[in-house]
């Protein structure tokens, strides 16, 4: 075939049109690609100009849009006949596609200088088209076969803009779904979204990145291709791969967009806010996004807020905690739309986040109009939600106070607003007024307490005026109560602004009420009180007003504060109901319990008192029956409710029907609309005509829908227009409605009666008094009666008493009553009025009634003009009341008879024992006559001239006792005692053959067990029953808590309680006895069988066989044939001899009884029997005088013996004997917790008036004493001590006692004290200098000036402020002056060496020390003790001392606290003070000189850690073996942990700081300093040094690093050597093997870097630590899997890839010339005395040579074997080998290898071939080199011991645990598997079975890898 033959067909023939005409066939091989190209006359002559970039791309460009379906032509077999045969033109025929990179490779190779760049960057043709992914497969083949490397495929180009915009997204869109490693990997797209070298911590970081170094959407490119391919013609199929993203990278898409959107494109629009609202509703990458999506792009952050907030409402909260993680709320909150961030304001400002009213106001006046209307369309949307109270309703509801900060500033705003907005201002505040009715007031409520609240003078004046008239008896104070309530109502502002200011001058004074005289404050309590009972404080007054009565009542009892407190709280105790919260802070004030115990108990019933789920409730009025809306429902009809229910309370009260008034049915809505239009906008001034207008449209059907709107939606809640309403009606003239009004306001009243809710709500009990208020004016102020049958009065306040529900009752009863003074019939002296008054009157004096229903009859009296106390009180509750009480003790009695006599005969019917045993007696449980054994103190009064009471103590004991019988305690004892008496038994009557015996021991020992248990256990329950039922059976008979004090009730328990228990015992033994049988009745049988059989000694021997015990028992225990012996037996009837301790109470009674009962006489009381002779049971009350009379006589002494010691005085004085009396009766109480606060309380009175040091001595003594018995006394004085506002408590020598005592702590004294200086009192002043001059001053040693921070930075303000006395600025000045860091100044001139300098300095470290650790010590007083400190360490010679003794101190610290065994953290305190000292005063040390303050400071850092160093290595010299390196190792880490906080501070020299760290380590090392190992190894791995290092900038401190890793390897060599290794050097090997693995994992790159110097000091012997150095390969690196089949390793591109070495390796062969003698012989392979003396050149001189240790040099050996393979490797480049060809010829290193490996013992060949080793490494050129190597001197080896040898270095580095390096792995693979080497016929492999299997499982190990390898994986 000629060369140049023209085309066919001519020149011009397109080729791409040629080969798809021709089909798949032309491709078919090189051959018949060669023939086509012939055919268009393309030779490989003129190929270069012919095969054009262009002309490829359309070749390229048709075979994609081809790939497949092309029909097969048949021409093509006539070209092909003669240069194929026929099995090749059958296959041809075969094909169904391109033969793509066979073509394209025979296509480049003619055209070599072709740029496939180019070639793809041409693709942008209108005929290109991707439309499968086989086209892109083309694309991809074509280009693998003309790159080579798939990974260096130009994707780049496809992200440029294209014409061909549809062929461009099919391709990407493609290339994401089936090859996006194509953009995962592809080091042309450098811009990533996520940087790979970007350093992440934490697992979600990790994860993250990891995700990322595999996702094609990784790329910047990529997405922005994306983008603005959105907004062309395809904008939907990219879209449509925008929507792939998602759902791969959702994170990697968002973070794109953000760092690409300058301008938002359609891509962004649609799907930006919707993927960032998926991240925000939680997403698990959304902690890592969020932060920085808001960093990059605030407005697509906020976008997605938005959109979220627009879908669900609910999710506000979640986006205000976002905002509030993200600290950008200020931001997000200037955003739009308004509607978003109005409502994000909303709630932000009620999680006080936010100001809103400012926030408000600010953008009022930015924004105008437009804001203005966004707030009230918000308002008005919310509040017509909240009124809608619709189920679906998923918006955040508005708070009222919310509302009423947005409604106060738009009012602010009405005046400026346009009329339109003014009328949406108007209708907002109507339906907020409707929502949230408390709107009405709040504002007026709000301005109470506003900060400088003003009023003008005319306001001030009249204002005072009332409190002056009040004063002077002008006014009463329900005359000041009704003025204010009408104040407050008004419609007049004035009226309003009055009210205001008398509240705001009554909470004002509250400061000046201790200064008050006793009337003024009298009267002032009343009226506080009455204020919050009648609700004319609401809301924030109401809480403030609280909160002042309870400060009030923590006073001191007695104090002007107190009394006020008591006297306000009195008045509205009825509405603690309301607050159990507030009761429960009332309850923990401890001194109300003793003084006034019935007003504690009155507290705790009310915080008892839960509220009920009461009746229906509607929006209008709550309580009421029927709360539906006026507008929907209808009255209800006249049948319901006409009578009470049979469970209500009240049945005095009752409806009429009204079925003859016709049928009755709610008005149509508009009607509806006009008679409420009517309503709301009648007057006085308008009625005539509103009634005409209500005439017309109101008809009769209409009067019960009119009545119940009537009187639910106005008459109850507006008292105020009750006259204009009752006006209206009289206007209408309706009967009917008249009826309809009447009927409907009684059912309201009734519901509200009975309701559970009115009892606990004062707003229905408001309800309630306004209906009362209502009913009596419709019927009594118009002369109609209230008829007996709808509501009887008398009843009505009977069933009140008796339900205790007057608190209900009367005020309503009151407020009815009250409307009868402008009536002429029913006001007074009417009959059926008077009859009612006189019970009240006997209800206000018998009742016990609380103070506001008193008040409330007092009220009704002044009304109509009557004198409550000059009406004849009726008696129908005292006669009601003593039927009561005689039918109660009678039914008590009943019952307690028939509990006694079913006792007996349940008793009397269980079968007892055949012979009782001795000592104890027959008593029952309810014992016939247990009054005549209940002990009645003679000394409490009551019980002579109340003899009853004795019969209520009698009904609460037994009562007590049948309810703990009841109760699981007796079961619970009985259960225990026969099981351990069981089992005791049946051990020790294992040869017994009676029954009997063992019947009687077991029934002994039993009961007794039962009894005592019983006895123990019921003790605690018993008197709080007791307790229980005896205060409740006073309470129902009448008796008070001020007849029968608590003191009464706890004495009468206490004389009784060891009767009950003694009940209690006998119970539990009878019960007993039935139990231990039922246990023991197979044993009894057993014995009566054997003996009834058998004549033999009885053994048990289930019992005895199991035993462990019967043989090595001794003589005197051991069991022998016929049973126990009378001694052995004797332990059980000890059982029945043994006296509890109710006994010795309960048998002298029973014996008086039994003698004296038949005689008649009268039961004597019995005496309790003395527990000890000289020491007689007293009861509680004795106790208690006893201890006064104790106290007064030792105080008499203290007295007289002022003058004396504590320590002086002998041991048998009268005070000892005192204190020891003392503390003796506290032990005797009845109960330590319950005494323990009034003994305390008469010791601190005492130590308080105490003025001897003696005195306060002893008290403070005794108190101590006191908080070791009783465990919670102590926080209860501590309490009392530091916030008690007593100034009785300012005396500065018994806080000092109490301080050295440690009954008081100086950390909480400070604080305390402080916040008491801010309030300015004089005396606290006073007091607080006082302390100070004292603790500091005049005993300098009892604490630190720091101590009291707190304290003196108080004084300090008051003093700057010119409002403290002199003698305090005095009292500072000379603190200051004596604080250590000024002291010290006064001898910084004497000797440095002097003992005074070193202490003086001492103490400013204390003083540190004292400061860092203070409990609120904060940043500001750190650098101000450091700023003051720098003056000092100015002068030169005093800086290095002053460190030198700060780490002196600090590890004497450590060691002192240490051996006391205190807490370990108290240890470290100085330590870890000392370290924060150091940060600090680097940080803000500054150059003297003004020159370099950066040079100043690492100077100054480097002459501390000298200082360190010295006394480190000190301390290690002297204490030698016994060196603690633990507090030098805490300094360190908390040197490193303070300098990463301060790291911005130090910036830029905080690295060089860690260098001179690093440095300072370096001296420290192990080698020099042994005892300080583990801690140097744990400090050089510490995670704020090691990280930081080694990710510093260019990797600059690296050899910092290095070098400490190789002088931790240094030290290790010796030990690591041995044959046995120690558990220390263990350690110290695992922890360097898990810093090995940090470094692997976490740094890539540092450890094969310095590879060399580190192998290099790394023992042979440890294997796998030279095998984790060299696995370690760079960052990024991706090489194929070594166990791949077939792998070419010498076609890897990164085999010809030299390795980076920064250890200095060619140092080792500088000595006598060694190098360059090598370079000559690799120069000139001579001379070849070289090589023959090369052997002796390695070896040790015999004075080096360490004994035991190798005679080799290893370090020159390693040396010379990389630096031989490096220049031979460099040689093999310099001439340009072909690659593929081996490395190893016949050359100058091969020669130097070879001599070694036949010259070298076998111990050097063994280093010589380790050092080999020790170069296969990650893929590189030495690697390829060291391995071809290996294999080299394997094949060419002449002696099989070579062989042998270097199979040992490889396999020994095989066997080890992973990971294996990868240069090992390809080596050993090769070794094995390629033939040439014959490697398995090897005689050191078949010469031992057992070697030939380790190999073999080696090589099984390597091929079943093989089998299981991917095709591609990364290391």
């Known amino acids: 075939m000629s060369q140049e033959k023209p085309p066919p067909g001519g020149a011009e023939v397109q080729l791409a049109a040629y080969f798809k005409d021709l089909g798949y066939g032309a491709t078919y091989s090189s051959n018949t690609i060669l023939a086509v190209l012939e055919q268009v006359g393309i030779y490989p002559s003129n190929a270069a100009s012919r095969i054009t970039e262009s002309e490829l791309a359309r070749l390229l460009s048709m075979m994609a849009l081809t790939h497949t379906g092309l029909p097969e032509n048949p021409s093509l077999r006539a070209l092909v006949s003669g240069i194929l045969s026929e099995a090749d033109i059958e296959q041809l025929h075969q094909m169904t596609s391109w033969n793509i990179d066979l073509f394209f490779s025979v296509l480049v190779k003619m055209s070599p200088g072709v740029n496939w760049t180019n070639v793809l960057r041409n693709l942008d043709q209108p005929e290109t088209a991707f439309p499968d992914p086989g086209s892109l497969a083309i694309v991809l083949k074509a280009s693998k076969a003309v790159l080579q490397d798939i990974y260096l495929f130009p994707i780049a180009v496809f992200l440029d803009r294209w014409s061909n915009q549809r062929a461009q997204i099919n391709f990407l869109r493609h290339t994401v779904q089936i090859a996006p490693e194509l953009l995962a990997v592809t080091p042309s797209l450098s811009r990533r979204v996520i940087p790979l070298d970007t350093p992440l911590q934490g697992n979600l970081g990790r994860s993250v990145l990891s995700a990322a170094s595999i996702s094609p959407w990784n790329s910047l490119d990529l997405i922005q291709c994306i983008m603005s391919l959105g907004d062309s013609t395809v904008g939907e199929e990219a879209k449509m791969v925008v929507e792939l993203g998602i759902q791969q990278s959702p994170d990697l898409i968002l973070l ?3 760092q690409l959107s300058t301008t938002w494109t359609s891509v962004v629009k649609d799907y930006g806010p919707t993927l960032v609202a998926h991240f925000l509703a939680g997403h698990p990458h959304a902690p890592f996004v969020l932060p920085r999506l808001w960093q990059l792009s605030p407005p697509l952050f906020v976008s997605g807020l938005v959109l979220m907030h627009s879908k669900d409402p609910s999710t506000l909260s979640r986006i205000l905690d976002i905002a509030q993680e993200m600290k950008a709320l200020s931001q997000i909150l200037e955003t739009k739309p308004y509607s978003f961030s109005i409502d994000l304001a909303a709630l932000a400002s009620r999680r006080e986040y936010l100001n809103l009213e400012k926030w408000l106001q600010e953008h009022i006046r930015d924004e105008g109009p437009i804001f203005v209307r966004a707030c009230l369309e918000f308002l008005s949307e919310k509040v017509s939600q909240q009124l809608s109270r619709s189920e679906n309703l998923h918006s955040v509801p508005l708070s009222v106070d919310v509302v009423g900060i947005f409604l106060r500033i738009l009012r602010a705003s009405s005046g400026s607003m346009p009329p339109e907005l003014a009328d949406m201002l108007r209708n907002v505040l109507a339906i907020c007024h409707q929502a949230y009715p408390r709107l009405a007031n709040n504002g007026a409520e709000e301005a109470l307490f506003t900060e400088g609240t003003t009023f003008p003078l005319e306001i001030e004046r009249e ?26 109502v008004s419609g007049n502002p004035r009226d309003q602004e009055t009210f205001r200011c008398v509240i705001h001058n009554l909470f004002d004074e509250y400061k000046f009420f201790p200064r008050y005289p006793e009337r003024e404050l009298a009267i002032t309590s009343v009226l506080f009180g009455v204020l919050i009972q009648n609700q004319i404080v609401t809301a924030m007054a109401l809480g403030m007003a609280l909160r002042y009565v309870l400060e009030a009542l923590r006073q001191e009892v007695g104090s002007k504060l107190f009394k006020f407190g008591l006297q306000a709280l009195m008045q509205f105790l009825n509405r603690l109901a309301e607050w159990p919260q507030y009761c429960g802070l009332l ?3 401890e001194h109300l319990h003793e003084a006034h115990p019935e007003l504690i108990q009155t507290i705790k019933n009310a915080q008892k008192q839960v509220p009920v789920a009461g009746v229906a409730q509607g929006p209008g009025a709550p309580g ?25 309370v009240f049945k005095a009260i ?32 308008n009625l005539s005509s509103k009634v005409s207008e209500m005439s017309e449209i109101l008809k009769p059907e209409f009067f019960a829908w009119f009545s119940h709107y009537l009187v639910v939606k106005r008459a109850s809640i507006e008292p105020n227009f009750h006259s204009l309403y009752i006006a209206l009606l009289d206007s209408i003239t309706s009967p009917a409605l008249q009826r309809h009004v009447l009927r409907e306001t009684l059912h309201n009243i009734r519901i509200l009666l009975n309701s559970e809710k009115t009892l606990t709500s004062s707003q229905e009990r408001s309800l309630l008094k306004n209906l009362g208020t209502w009913l009596g004016g419709i019927t009594l102020a118009k002369n109609k009666p209230i008829r007996h049958k709808n509501l009887a009065f008398k009843e009505l306040l009977l069933e009140g008493y008796k339900s205790s529900r007057l608190i209900v009752v009367i005020p309503f009863v009151c407020k009815v009553l009250e409307q009868s003074a402008t009536s002429i019939v029913f006001r007074p002296p009417n009959p059926w009025l008077m009859a009612i008054m006189r019970l009240l009157a006997e209800l206000y004096h018998f009742a016990e009634l609380k103070l506001n229903l008193k008040f409330e009859i007092e009220v009704l009296c002044k009304n109509i003009k009557l004198d409550v106390t000059s009406i004849q009180p009726t008696d129908i509750l005292r006669l009601s009341m003593q039927r009561q009480a005689a039918d109660g003790m009678e039914r008590d009695a009943t019952n307690q008879r028939m509990a006694a006599h079913a006792y007996m005969a349940s008793a009397a019917a269980m079968p007892g024992p055949q012979g009782a045993p001795d000592g104890v007696d027959d008593i029952s449980v309810g014992y016939p006559s247990l009054a005549s054994y209940i002990t009645f103190n003679p000394n409490i009064a009551i019980f002579a001239t109340q003899p009853s009471l004795k019969r209520i103590v009698h009904i609460a004991i037994d009562r007590s006792i049948r309810e703990v019988i009841m109760s699981p305690v007796v079961e619970r004892s009985v259960t225990i005692a026969v099981i351990a008496s069981r089992e005791l038994v049946v051990k020790d009557f294992a040869l017994e053959p009676s029954e009997d015996r063992m019947r009687k021991a077991a029934h002994l020992m039993s009961q007794s067990l039962a009894g005592s248990l019983a006895s123990v256990s019921s003790r605690e329950p018993l008197r709080v029953s007791m307790i229980s039922n005896l205060r409740n059976l006073l309470i129902q008979n009448g008796f008070t808590e001020q007849t029968v004090p608590e003191q009464v009730v706890h004495v009468i328990v206490s004389d009784n309680l060891d009767l009950a228990c003694s009940v209690m015992e006998k119970a539990a033994a009878e019960k007993a006895v039935p139990e231990i049988d039922e246990n023991l009745a197979v044993a009894y049988l057993n014995r009566r069988k054997h003996r009834e059989r058998s004549n033999q000694p009885y053994v048990d021997m289930a019992v005895y066989a199991s035993s462990r015990y019967p043989s090595v028992l001794p003589e005197g225990l051991r069991l022998r044939h016929g049973g126990l012996t009378p001694h052995q037996l004797r332990v059980y009837e000890d059982f029945g001899r043994i006296s509890h301790s109710a006994e010795r109470h309960v048998r002298p009674s029973m014996s008086q009884r039994d003698q004296h009962g038949a005689a008649g006489a009268a039961p004597q009381q019995p005496a309790a029997a003395p527990v000890d002779e000289a020491m007689p049971v007293l009861t509680a009350q004795q106790i208690v005088e006893k201890f006064g009379f104790v106290v007064a006589e030792l105080d008499k002494q203290l007295t007289e013996n002022a003058s004396m010691a504590l320590g002086a005085l002998p041991p048998q004085h009268e005070i000892r004997a005192l204190i020891a009396q003392v503390l003796l009766l506290f032990t005797q109480t009845p109960s330590l917790e319950e005494f323990s606060l009034l003994f305390s309380q008469k010791i601190v009175q005492l130590l308080y008036k105490s003025s001897s040091p003696l005195a306060r001595t002893v008290y403070v003594f005794i108190l101590k004493r006191f908080c070791d018995l009783s465990k919670g006394l102590g926080k209860e004085l501590r309490e009392w001590f530091l916030y008690n506002d007593d100034e009785r408590k300012l005396d500065v020598n018994v806080t000092m006692v109490l301080l050295d005592s440690d009954l008081l702590g100086i950390a909480e004294l400070d604080m305390q004290l402080a916040r008491q200086i801010e309030t300015g009192r004089p005396a606290v002043i006073e007091f607080a200098a006082g302390l100070l001059s004292a603790c500091l001053l005049e005993r300098k040693d009892f604490a630190f000036h720091t101590d009291f921070l707190f304290t003196t930075q108080s004084l300090s303000k008051l003093v700057a402020r010119g409002v403290a006395a002199p003698s305090v600025a005095q009292v500072l000045d000379s603190i200051e002056r004596a604080s250590a860091i000024v002291a010290v100044k006064e001898v910084v001139s004497q000797d440095l060496e002097s003992s005074a300098v070193r202490m003086r300095l001492g103490l400013v470290f204390q003083e540190w020390v004292h400061i860092y650790n203070h409990p609120s010590s904060s940043e500001a007083a750190h650098i101000q003790f450091v700023s003051q400190l720098e003056n000092i360490l100015k002068v030169d010679a005093i800086s290095p001392l002053f460190f030198r003794v700060c780490t002196e101190l600090s590890i004497e610290s450590y060691h002192n606290i240490k051996a006391a065994n205190v807490a370990p953290a108290r240890a470290y305190q100085a330590v870890d003070a000392f370290a924060r000292l150091i940060v600090l005063l680097v940080v803000h040390h500054s150059d003297p000189a003004g020159a370099d303050d950066n040079k100043a400071r690492l100077n100054l850092t480097a002459k501390i850690l000298s200082i360190i160093v010295l006394v480190l290595v000190h301390a290690h010299e002297q204490s030698q073996t016994h060196f603690n390196q633990r507090p030098f190792f805490r300094l360190f880490s908390s040197l490193l942990n303070d300098l990463r906080q301060y790291e911005m501070q130090l910036q830029p020299i905080d690295i060089q700081i860690l260098s001179a760290i690093s440095n300072t380590f370096n001296t420290l090392q192990p080698s020099f300093l042994p005892g300080f ?28 690093f290095q070098r400490l890793l190789v002088e931790l390897f240094q030290f290790l060599d010796p030990f690591l050597q041995q044959t046995q290794l120690t558990e220390t050097t263990r350690l110290l090997y695992r922890g360097t093997l898990r810093i090995l693995l940090v470094l692997l994992r976490d740094f890539p790159g540092f450890l094969c870097d310095y590879h060399f110097s580190l192998v290099d000091v790394i023992p042979h012997t440890c294997i796998q630590l030279r095998n984790l150095i060299l696995s370690d390969f760079p960052r990024n690196m991706r090489f194929p899997d070594p166990f791949t089949p077939n792998l070419k390793v010498d076609l890897l591109p990164e085999i010809n890839q030299p390795p980076r070495v920064l250890s200095d390796y060619t140092r080792s062969l500088a000595a006598d010339g060694f190098k360059q003698d090598i370079d000559a012989y690799l120069k000139t392979r001579g001379p070849v005395s070289f090589l023959i003396d090369l052997r002796s050149r390695l070896l040790l001189n015999d004075s080096a040579a360490a004994p035991g240790a190798s005679k080799y040099n290893v370090r020159v050996i390693n040396a010379l074997v990389l630096y031989v393979g490096v220049q031979a490797i460099a040689q093999a480049q310099h001439k340009q080998q072909v690659q593929g060809t081996s490395p190893i010829t016949h050359s100058a290193p091969m020669d130097i290898f070879q001599q070694l490996v036949v010259d070298l013992d076998t111990e050097g060949r063994y280093l010589f071939l380790s050092a080999i080793a020790n170069q296969l490494r990650y893929p590189n050129s030495h690697t390829h080199y060291f391995s071809c190597v290996l294999l080299y001197l394997f094949a060419e080896a002449s002696q099989e011991i070579i062989q042998e040898q270097i199979t040992r270095v490889l396999v020994e580095r095989l066997i080890v645990n992973r990971p294996h390096p990868y240069g090992l792995l390809i080596t050993v693979i090769e070794l094995f598997r390629n033939p040439r080497y014959n490697f398995w016929d090897s005689n050191f492999i078949t010469g031992a079975p057992e070697i030939e299997r380790l190999f073999q499982t080696v090589a099984k190990s390597i091929n079943s890898s093989m089998s299981r390898v991917p095709q591609m994986a990364t290391a």
């Open 463 to 488: 204002a005072n005026s009332y409190y002056e008239r009040l004063y002077e008896g002008d006014l009463t104070i329900p005359q000041v109560v009704e003025m204010l309530q009408r104040l407050k």
């Open 256 to 258: 794109g967009f953000a």
């Open 624 to 648: 009421f029956a029927d709360g539906s809306d006026a507008k929907s429902k209808g009255a209800p009809t006249a049948k319901d409710t006409s009578c009470p229910a049979d469970d209500a």
């Open 1573 to 1600: 190992a583990f801690a140097w190894m744990q400090l050089i791995s510490h995670r704020n040094f090691m990280p930081r290092l080694l990710l510093s900038e260019n990797q600059r401190f690296w050899p910092y």
């Open 654 to 685: 009752n409806l009429d029907s009204l079925v003859d008034d016709g049928p009755s049915d709610s008005p149509p809505e508009n009607l509806q609309d006009k008679i409420l239009f009517i309503v709301n906008n009648v007057s006085s001034a």
């Open 587 to 589: 309850v923990q004030i």
